[in-house]
């Protein structure tokens, strides 16, 4: 029996084939030793030596005597069963536009694998992955040059535990407690509640942003201040009422909640109209030490560090580079609204004041 070599180059790392398995089986029973047939399918000799002994089965001879002998669809059988094992393909694979796709909009437009995710579904790249199989790739580096570094809220994020604390009586007797704010806040079922708060820069720095966000729809006012005194924050509840008008600013914001700090402490200010001398929101109080009571102005807060770093001078900060980062965000789809954005919701709900009021008149 002749056998020459085998016109298939090239095979290193690739499985043995069902007619690779047969020469196997034929070749021994001709009585050709492991070297000679790795030679004849261009094989290394280790991998025909471990293929004979996954593939070998019990035989009786003629004489009735038990000897082990190599059989191919045994082998075949055993490779199938092992492959079994091994999961599921990786849908990158050799996908070059979806891995560019999730690599650009990672590390350029600094989204989240949740929106990535959500964003390849109407994409129309072939291989759409979901979140967690995403989180996976990044896990095991498949994507070249985005790791969990590159992930804002996988680097900064930290495991907390809430503190315990004691609550304490309001500072002054104008100052209305969270306590008292209407259910509708709470559950967030209401438009035009929002949360206040001052995003500081640098020690010694004087300047700082002013932070407004809508508790339903995620919207974000953000204003730069000169200083961190009550006076400014007052100046630019101001500056926004005039804006949107007196009729539409009480609709549009209900109700406000701060901390506690000096910087809101003008309550008659803060609530009373620049336009009409009336009352133009009511402001409310979350409790010393917990600024889970204020959560959607915080992680608003965290993204706005994406762009503006802690120990920043807020001073160099355009005005243009602080409202390209305002649109950045309110332009951002948001998983908790269904992947919609917050400028999106926030359009709407507007929307309907402006139809409700025009229908007044």
Same mark, same amino acid.
């Given at each position: 029996?002749?056998?020459?070599?085998?016109?298939?180059?090239?095979?290193?790392?690739?499985?043995?084939?069902?007619?690779?398995?047969?020469?196997?089986?034929?070749?021994?029973?001709?009585?050709?030793?492991?070297?000679?047939?790795?030679?004849?399918?261009?094989?290394?000799?280790?991998? $025909?030596?471990?293929?004979?002994?996954?593939?070998? #089965?019990?035989?009786?001879?003629?004489?009735?005597?038990?000897?082990?002998?190599?059989?191919?669809?045994?082998?075949?059988?055993?490779?199938?069963?092992?492959?079994?094992?091994?999961?599921?393909?990786? &849908?990158?694979?050799?996908?070059?536009?979806?891995? +560019?796709?999730? @690599?650009?909009?990672?590390?350029?437009?600094?989204?989240?694998?949740?929106?990535?995710?959500?964003?390849?579904?109407?994409?129309?790249?072939?291989? #759409?992955?979901?979140?967690?199989?995403?989180?996976?790739?990044?896990?095991?580096?498949?994507?070249?040059?985005?790791?969990?570094?590159?992930?804002?809220? &996988?680097?900064?994020?930290?495991?907390?535990?809430? *503190?315990?604390?004691?609550?304490?009586?309001? #500072?002054?007797?104008?100052? &209305?407690?969270?306590?008292?704010?209407?259910?509708?806040?709470?559950?967030?079922?209401?438009?035009?509640?929002?949360?206040?708060?001052?995003?500081?820069?640098?020690?010694?720095?004087?300047?700082?942003?002013?932070?407004?966000?809508?508790?339903?729809?995620?919207?974000?006012?953000?204003?730069?201040?000169?200083?961190?005194?009550?006076?400014? #924050?007052?100046?630019?509840?101001?500056?926004?009422?005039?804006?949107?008008?007196?009729?539409?600013?009480?609709?549009?914001? *209900?109700?406000?909640?701060?901390?506690?700090?000096?910087?809101?402490? +003008?309550?008659?200010?803060?609530?009373?109209?620049?336009?009409?001398?009336?009352?133009?929101? @009511?402001?409310?109080?979350?409790?010393?030490?917990? @600024?889970?009571?204020?959560? @959607?102005?915080?992680?608003?807060?965290?993204?706005?560090?994406?762009?503006?770093?802690?120990?920043?001078?807020?001073?160099?900060?355009?005005?243009?580079? $602080?409202?390209?980062?305002?649109?950045?965000?309110?332009?951002?789809?948001? *998983?908790?609204?269904?992947?919609?954005?917050?400028?999106?919701?926030?359009?709407? &709900?507007?929307?309907?004041?402006?139809?409700?009021?025009?229908?007044?008149?």
């Amino acid at each position: 029996m002749e056998h020459g070599k085998s016109t298939e180059h090239g095979r290193k790392g690739k499985h043995l084939s069902m007619a690779e398995r047969v020469v196997i089986e034929r070749m021994l029973g001709a009585g050709y030793p492991a070297p000679s047939i790795a030679a004849t399918l261009d094989r290394h000799q280790r991998t $025909i030596e471990r293929e004979i002994v996954r593939g070998s #089965v019990e035989h009786r001879d003629s004489e009735w005597c038990t000897k082990r002998v190599y059989n191919a669809d045994r082998g075949q059988d055993v490779h199938a069963l092992n492959a079994t094992a091994k999961g599921p393909k990786l &849908k990158l694979g050799s996908n070059q536009a979806l891995v +560019d796709f999730v @690599s650009r909009h990672v590390l350029d437009n600094k989204e989240s694998p949740a929106v990535v995710a959500f964003k390849l579904k109407t994409a129309g790249i072939d291989g #759409v992955v979901c979140t967690n199989t995403l989180y996976s790739y990044i896990d095991q580096c498949l994507i070249a040059g985005v790791s969990n570094e590159s992930l804002w809220e &996988k680097r900064k994020r930290s495991g907390r535990t809430r *503190k315990v604390v004691r609550r304490s009586k309001k #500072v002054h007797t104008r100052r &209305k407690s969270i306590e008292q704010r209407p259910a509708a806040v709470e559950s967030r079922s209401e438009f035009g509640h929002w949360e206040i708060d001052l995003v500081v820069g640098s020690i010694g720095s004087k300047a700082a942003l002013m932070t407004l966000v809508e508790r339903q729809t995620r919207k974000l006012i953000m204003c730069k201040l000169p200083n961190k005194k009550h006076a400014s #924050v007052r100046n630019a509840l101001n500056g926004i009422e005039r804006e949107y008008g007196a009729a539409a600013f009480r609709r549009t914001f *209900k109700t406000i909640t701060a901390d506690n700090g000096s910087e809101f402490l +003008d309550v008659d200010g803060m609530q009373r109209s620049v336009l009409s001398n009336t009352a133009r929101t @009511s402001l409310f109080y979350a409790h010393p030490y917990s @600024s889970w009571e204020r959560g @959607s102005n915080e992680n608003t807060n965290r993204i706005i560090r994406r762009f503006i770093p802690k120990g920043s001078n807020i001073a160099n900060f355009s005005r243009m580079q $602080i409202k390209d980062t305002e649109e950045w965000i309110n332009n951002y789809p948001r *998983k908790i609204i269904d992947f919609q954005s917050p400028q999106q919701l926030f359009q709407e &709900k507007v929307g309907n004041i402006a139809a409700y009021m025009n229908k007044d008149h």
